[in-house]
């Protein structure tokens, strides 16, 4: 079974950095699109920013663009987001994703780590 463990979440002023890790399990790490969302208190789930399978293909949702950088390392099964000028609005739980590959249902989840940016 597929598993995805972020880390790397923590308490940071506005301005700050973080880079949150996610690692994965199973040998076919290479051929999932992985994502990452958000979940702010009392607030839907929303798309922060993914990574295709080849690394060639990545998008970024507006409100971070310019900000983060998301990138992956086959050989360690895992993907990163690197968080820059972090403002409060970037508060909330970041989950790791591994979107259905073609032809197929199954999609993976991590756990989430929490970020909070204080002002």
């Known amino acids: 079974q597929v598993q995805l463990v972020e880390s790397g979440g923590g308490l940071v002023q506005a301005g700050g950095s973080l880079r949150l890790s996610c690692a994965v399990s199973?040998?076919?790490?290479?051929?999932?699109?992985l994502n990452w969302f958000r979940q702010a208190p009392g607030k839907e789930r929303e798309f922060v920013a993914s990574i295709s399978g080849s690394g060639i293909t990545i998008n970024y949702a507006d409100p971070v663009k310019g900000r983060f950088v998301i990138s992956k390392d086959n050989a360690k099964n895992a993907v990163y987001l690197q968080m820059n000028g972090l403002k409060p609005e970037d508060t909330a739980v970041y989950y790791c994703h591994a979107a259905p590959r073609p032809g197929e249902r199954d999609e993976y989840w991590g756990q989430g780590t929490q970020v909070t940016v204080s002002p």
């Open positions: 199973g040998r076919a790490f290479s051929t999932y699109m």
